[in-house]
């Protein structure tokens, strides 16, 4: 799945893709079709317990949707900074040094 889709347009695909309303895949991971809806217009965020559900429903991994809503909340809230480049550019050297000492924060 490419990287640079939004959460929302991710979980619609994969919804499409199975051919299912909307009301099926809201039940199955025992939500309201309406939040669910919300979701994927981008107007709300799931938890991470119904990224979960989201995740194991459609049979990938609750890591990868749990990662596009961290970078779409990120985007959110700091996308339109000008310094947001500068700011991916320090978590990539932290993480760099975390990994490096086989530590996870």
Known sequence: MPSKQALSE???TLR???HEPLRVVAAAIEIDSTLLSKFERGQRFPSTAQLTRLAAYFGIPADEL???AIAD???SEYGQQTTMQQALNILRERMSAYQAEGEVP
Request: net charge positive; charged share 35%.
């Open 10 to 12: 991710l979980l619609r």
């Open 73 to 75: 909340r990120i985007v």
């Open 16 to 18: 499409k893709q199975r």
């Open 66 to 68: 749990v990662a596009h």
